[in-house]
């Protein structure tokens, strides 16, 4: 009854399917192929795919065959000791295939792979001891990836990347001793994140951020000897913020000031 919502059965050049020219023709007879459900010969991937799940042993003879999809589905049934060589594979849904089942020895191979979201999946696989050669690569997100994965102490290594949703990354999980070289990103939602790590006593070194939010974890968290300056910001908020906590300017609603200017800092932010 399923016909997977393609009511046509076409092979990877275009052609009807034949079920009288095919070579696995006992297949049929025996229920283990069908047409548009399950046939290695129908360009539809889901239909190979089945074709695999019913008939593993047939995956090794189609690890050459000159269509990507079936090449690639028949990596997820055939033997494993088959599957190095399709690293090689100039498909990359193909060497990912194979790469998924293999030991992770293995993906070491493709952290240079010439694809992006082969090497994305790479660092999400592969211990964070291994990905120290990711650490330049080419795509941002995969930098990315590899700043959530590898230890804080190697952090250091990418405080200077080029893209700021990794740096990000750095001085949200940077190790302490290092943390201060992040509040003088030139961005300031990196040093935004690094102020919000900062231990209070280095607080005061960011007053004079020009970032708002900066001054407002300043105002926030410092020492109330160190945070007076910031009465006379030109920020609201951050102005508000230190009023209360040196007790400068009491809340007529009744209210923290923290309370008050939550909404307002949100939709800021």
Same mark, same amino acid.
């Given at each position: 009854?399923? @016909?997977?919502?393609?009511?046509?059965?076409?092979?990877?050049?275009?052609?009807?399917?034949?079920?009288?020219?095919?070579?696995?023709?006992?297949?049929?007879?025996?229920?283990?192929?069908?047409?548009?459900?399950?046939?290695?010969?129908?360009? #539809?991937?889901?239909?190979?795919?089945?074709?695999?799940?019913?008939?593993?042993?047939?995956?090794?003879?189609?690890?050459?065959?000159? #269509?990507?999809?079936?090449?690639?589905?028949?990596?997820? /049934?055939?033997?494993?000791?088959?599957?190095?060589?399709?690293?090689?594979?100039?498909?990359? @849904?193909?060497?990912?295939? /194979?790469?998924?089942?293999?030991?992770?020895? #293995?993906?070491?191979?493709?952290?240079?792979?010439?694809?992006?979201?082969?090497?994305?999946?790479?660092?999400?696989?592969?211990?964070?001891?291994?990905?120290?050669?990711?650490?330049?690569?080419?795509? #941002?997100?995969?930098?990315?990836?590899?700043?959530?994965?590898?230890?804080?102490?190697?952090?250091?290594?990418?405080?200077?990347?080029?893209?700021?949703?990794?740096?990000?990354?750095?001085?949200?999980?940077?190790?302490?001793?290092?943390?201060?070289?992040?509040?003088?990103?030139?961005?300031?939602?990196?040093?935004?994140?690094? /102020?919000?790590?900062?231990?209070?006593?280095?607080?005061?070194?960011?007053?004079?951020?020009?970032?708002?939010?900066?001054?407002?974890?300043?105002?926030?968290?410092?020492?109330? @000897?160190?945070?007076?300056?910031?009465?006379?910001?030109?920020?609201?908020?951050?102005?508000?913020?230190?009023?209360?906590?040196?007790?400068?300017?009491?809340?007529?609603?009744?209210?923290?000031?923290?309370?008050?200017?939550?909404?307002?800092?949100?939709?800021?932010?």
């Amino acid at each position: 009854m399923s @016909t997977d919502e393609i009511d046509e059965a076409i092979d990877w050049q275009g052609a009807p399917v034949d079920c009288g020219q095919c070579p696995h023709g006992e297949l049929l007879a025996e229920g283990r192929c069908k047409p548009l459900r399950a046939c290695v010969f129908d360009r #539809y991937a889901r239909r190979i795919d089945r074709f695999f799940d019913w008939n593993p042993k047939l995956a090794r003879i189609y690890l050459a065959h000159p #269509y990507f999809e079936v090449r690639a589905w028949a990596a997820k /049934a055939a033997e494993i000791f088959l599957l190095p060589a399709l690293l090689d594979d100039p498909e990359e @849904t193909v060497r990912w295939s /194979a790469a998924r089942r293999l030991p992770d020895r #293995y993906l070491l191979k493709l952290r240079n792979d010439p694809h992006r979201e082969v090497r994305i999946r790479v660092a999400h696989r592969l211990d964070p001891v291994d990905l120290l050669p990711m650490i330049e690569d080419r795509d #941002y997100y995969v930098r990315q990836v590899v700043a959530r994965r590898i230890s804080p102490d190697l952090l250091v290594l990418m405080i200077d990347d080029d893209e700021i949703e990794v740096r990000r990354v750095v001085a949200q999980r940077i190790a302490p001793q290092a943390l201060k070289r992040m509040t003088t990103d030139p961005d300031a939602t990196v040093r935004f994140e690094a /102020a919000q790590r900062l231990d209070a006593a280095q607080l005061p070194a960011l007053i004079g951020d020009p970032d708002w939010r900066v001054r407002y974890e300043v105002a926030q968290r410092a020492a109330l @000897t160190d945070i007076r300056l910031l009465l006379s910001d030109e920020d609201p908020i951050v102005r508000e913020t230190a009023e209360a906590r040196l007790g400068e300017t009491p809340d007529p609603s009744g209210r923290k000031v923290s309370e008050r200017n939550h909404s307002q800092i949100e939709e800021r932010i």
